[in-house]
């Protein structure tokens, strides 16, 4: 089975643009989570969608957002880019039993610098 | 809120030596899920084990152990027979068992395998 890919892995933009990053789950896999990892603040949930909607949500502003399709593919959006938005950001998917019994699966990351 | 503690920044051990990661929570959920996730050089995330807080039994895979101490709100990681492919950073997650997929990360531990 393939895991789970990102696209793309590297990005560079500068501040006050946007961008949108893209995350295929694994198949079967219905849940995906976003997470950014930086070295200040270590690695911080951002919003995790399932059946195309939005489930939970970290503490980081609206300019952060995201959105799910019916393949489960999700992409994720940050708009009016600041220098502290640089970071790796991870998405992680999961298939989401109604137990709760899952385990998520990361993708490689999208490594994104802010100029 | 839950938080997760790594109160080792960075250790460093011989090759074929053991070495115990420390970890630490805080949550008054009775129910949920502790992980321990590996992040080598290459920035993947990679799952090491996993441990369902109602199960007694400790979780092992292959070198990998934890001891999962409930009511200290412990669980540590003892990696035996350490290998040159171990080095990397070490992140121990926190997950309610309901609903929400977020993990809540500790800050990582550095580990580095010496020849």
């Known amino acids: 089975k393939a895991g789970v890919t990102q696209t793309p892995r590297y990005l560079i933009k500068t501040r006050g643009q946007q961008v949108t990053l893209s995350c295929s789950p694994i198949s079967g896999h219905r849940s995906v989570s976003w997470y950014q990892q930086t070295p200040g603040q270590g690695l911080q949930f951002l919003f995790e969608y399932f059946s195309e909607t939005q489930r939970n949500k970290g503490n980081f502003p609206g300019r952060f957002s995201g959105r799910q399709f019916s393949n489960s593919r999700s992409e994720m959006n940050v708009s009016t880019l600041e220098l502290g938005d640089s970071a790796l950001y991870l998405c992680a998917s999961s298939f989401r039993t109604s137990g709760g019994a899952d385990t998520q699966y990361f993708g490689p990351g999208t490594r994104l610098t802010v100029l | 809120a839950q938080t997760v503690t790594q109160s080792q920044p960075e250790m460093s051990v011989q090759e074929a030596e053991t070495v115990t990661l420390s970890c630490t929570y805080d949550t008054s959920e009775s129910n949920y899920y502790l992980f321990w996730y590996k992040q080598p050089p290459s920035r993947q995330m990679i799952l090491v084990i996993r441990q369902e807080a109602y199960k007694q039994q400790n979780a092992t895979e292959n070198r990998f152990s934890v001891n999962f101490q409930k009511a200290a709100k412990s669980f540590s990681l003892k990696i035996s027979d350490s290998q040159l492919g171990d080095t990397a950073m070490y992140f121990c997650?926190?997950?309610?068992?309901?609903?929400?997929?977020?993990?809540?990360f500790g800050q990582g531990t550095r580990l580095t395998i010496n020849p």
């Open positions: 997650a926190f997950r309610r068992a309901q609903g929400a997929q977020k993990l809540v």
